[in-house]
């Protein structure tokens, strides 16, 4: 069954159908997450809130607008930045480090080199490294960065440019 | 703007780097049916419940500005805590059949 029925059907209150829509987008929702927020342990959680609220906000959904995983990344986007404005900036400095750790242990623990540029992602402010991912990795366009975000299409623009300009920083002190 | 120095191609890599070190296999299909329907249900409770509320709490609102515009802010006043009282009594009776059992 092609996507568009799926998501016919799951309007239709169709369980099976909405199961299916996310079985097989988990793996891009959850990727998608561990890229922004560098921990796949608030990915998982993150993933599972933004299924509870795609429920939620089924009847609102308009194909016409977006694709099902440009909707699912909407609302990932927006939980992950709700989530950091609940909790300190230095506890979430520190999960984010945590994490890192463990993934570049992984790395090593698979014989894989560890890439430098993700302790640079790692130490960006969210607010930044969220816009670089979606544009350079995600092909995103600004305009859409923008309305995915809530924010000024020439304010991403700058985080965008901020962003690089430290990353290039911290890769030169490198 | 764009990376260039830093290669966008190196951006890739690194988050491509992330996708392998966190591989894991999708929950099987039951396991997101069962999702579903739970959180279905669990919606289905909170909209009950928010219901009830709403339904318990508008003719007491309805009563109070009748009882304001029949007899006046005075013997609205008065009654308001007989009113509240016997709303909590059940809460309160409940409360305590807990503690006891």
Redesign the interface.
């Known amino acids: 069954m092609d996507e568009k029925t799926l998501i016919a059907l799951a309007k239709q209150g169709n ?2 159908a ?3 829509l ?2 097989s987008h ?2 891009m929702l ?2 998608y997450l ?2 922004i927020s ?1 921990s ?1 342990e608030l ?1 998982e959680d993150l993933a ?1 809130d933004t ?2 609220k795609a ?2 906000k089924l009847q609102l959904y308009d194909p016409a607008k977006s694709s099902w995983s440009t909707w699912l990344i909407t609302i990932a986007s927006r939980l992950y930045l709700d989530h950091l404005r609940k909790v300190k900036r230095d506890r979430q400095l520190l999960e984010e480090e945590q994490s890192l750790r463990q ?1 570049r242990w ?2 090593q623990a ?1 014989n ?1 080199e ?2 430098e ?2 302790d640079a ?1 790692g130490s960006l402010d969210p607010n930044l490294r969220v816009p ?2 979606m544009k ?2 995600y092909g995103f366009s600004q305009e859409e960065i923008a309305a995915i975000l809530e924010v000024p299409s020439g304010t991403i ?1 700058s985080r ?2 901020n962003g ?1 300009e430290r ?2 920083k911290e ?1 030169s002190e490198r | ?3 260039h ?2 290669d ?1 191609q ?6 491509d ?6 591989h ?1 296999e ?2 099987s ?1 039951k396991w ?2 069962s ?3 739970e ?2 249900a669990e ?1 289905k409770r909170k909209f009950r419940r928010d219901l009830i509320l709403f339904l318990s709490v508008a003719p007491i609102a309805i009563l109070l500005t009748m009882g304001t515009l029949a007899y006046g802010i005075g013997a609205v006043l008065i009654a308001q805590p007989i009113v509240l009282g016997l709303i909590s009594l059940p809460v309160v009776l409940r409360r305590r059949k807990k503690v006891d059992g």
């Open positions: 369980t099976d909405l199961s299916e996310f079985r988990y793996t959850r990727g561990i890229k560098l796949p990915a599972q299924m509870i429920m939620q993934l992984r790395a698979s894989e560890w890439h540029l993700l992602l670089i991912i350079h990795y623009k965008i440019h690089i990353i290039r890769m | 703007m764009n990376l120095d830093i966008e190196q951006l890739r890599d690194a988050l780097q992330l996708d392998r070190l966190t894991q999708p929950p299909s997101f049916a999702f579903v329907t959180q279905l919606q």
